[in-house]
Nanobody
């Protein structure tokens, strides 16, 4: 069975940094675009960032440019989200997801999802 498991969420102060990780199993990892989404209470799920199959191309939401970056390891079957200069507006549940298409920035483009990890940024 396919599993995506996020880790690394927690509570940080504004201006701080956090690194999220996602471990994948049960799929051919290198065949999938990997992305991160977030969802705050009362809001729709929002695209953050994605990385293509080999890791050579990254697609950013405007909110992520200059602050967030993504990387993948196709040997370890992991993808990471490095978040810097965090703001209270970044508070949300963050989800790791796998897609078979590029460019994939909509939830409907993603086939598999992790359970999510909470990120809370205090002011």
């Amino acid at each position: 069975q396919v599993q995506l498991v996020e880790s690394g969420g927690g509570l940080v102060q504004a201006g701080g940094s956090l690194r999220l990780s996602c471990a994948a199993s049960g799929l051919t990892f290198s065949s999938y675009v990997m992305g991160w989404f977030r969802q705050a209470p009362g809001k729709e799920r929002e695209f953050v960032i994605a990385i293509n199959w080999s890791g050579g191309n990254i697609y950013y939401a405007d909110s992520a440019k200059g602050r967030f970056t993504i990387s993948r390891d196709n040997v370890k079957n992991t993808v990471s989200l490095q978040m810097n200069s965090l703001k209270p507006e970044d508070t949300a549940v963050y989800y790791c997801a796998a897609s078979g298409v590029w460019i994939a920035s909509r939830p409907k483009d993603y086939k598999y999802w992790g359970q999510g990890t909470q990120v809370t940024v205090s002011s």
